[in-house]
């Protein structure tokens, strides 16, 4: 069936360091792809998306892969910062619909 | 920055109570959403409304559940019959157009059944 899900439910890492956040979706139909980050208490909050008309975006610190061969989303947060601490969601939508599907998340740490 | 904001933070209601989660989306949006988040777990679409109407909904928005835009700002989420695995933190969220999926969310209600 449909599913987005994440390879790895944690990530630690040390301040400064780049992070990489992975995710694997199953439906081929998805054409839209976003990044949300989730702090304790509190809601998702957009970071970054993709279509898939597309195979890597750039923000301020991230950066969104998309490989649609292998069903494949990244995001990579460049010199990782304690405020980054918080879980990672991906998230996509086929275009059929408003809904959005998100994966399980990752919790990402960020070491002093 | 515009702020997409729920009451109350944390409600805590005895099975079987009906509970009313209030949202004030974003004042030009029109595409209003619920989620719910089980602790631990990942964020699942409740129901989509739009032009006063919902869009779509899920499996999990049975009968039990409704929603409403009593005017021109709210719009609320009630369940008629709590049941425990009701628990879990709601999330409303609005977006401007069809074409604009990155919409905003709120910080949620706690939502507690015992």
């Known amino acids: 069936g449909e599913s987005v899900g994440l390879h790895l439910p944690t990530l630690s890492v040390q301040e400064g360091d780049n992070s990489i956040i992975n995710c694997a979706y199953s439906?081929?139909?998805?054409?839209?792809f976003i990044w949300y980050k989730q702090e304790s208490g509190k809601g998702p909050q957009f970071i970054i998306d993709i279509r898939s008309n597309m195979d890597k975006r750039q923000g301020q610190r991230v950066t969104v892969l998309l490989n649609k061969t292998v069903k494949h989303l990244s995001l990579q947060i460049a010199a990782t910062q304690p405020g980054d601490s918080a879980v990672y969601f991906c998230a996509e939508n086929d275009g059929s619909n408003y809904k959005l599907t998100f994966g399980k998340g990752t919790l990402l740490t960020v070491n002093p | 920055e515009p702020e997409v904001t729920q009451t109350p933070s944390h409600q805590v209601t005895q099975m079987g109570q009906e509970v009313i989660l209030r949202c004030v989306p974003i004042?030009?949006?029109?595409?209003f959403y619920w989620y719910r988040q089980i602790l631990g777990q990942k964020v699942e679409f409740l129901v989509s409304?739009?032009?006063?109407?919902?869009?779509?909904k899920s499996e999990i928005f049975d009968d039990q559940f409704s929603v409403e835009r009593p005017d021109g700002s709210n719009f609320t989420l009630k369940i008629r019959s709590t049941k425990l695995e009701d628990s879990a933190m709601y999330f409303c969220a609005s977006g401007g157009t069809v074409s604009n999926y990155g919409y905003t969310f709120g910080s949620g209600t706690r939502l507690t059944v015992v």
């Open positions: 439906n081929s139909a998805s054409d839209y």
């Open positions: 409304f739009y032009n006063n109407e919902i869009s779509e």
């Open positions: 004042s030009n949006h029109l595409y």
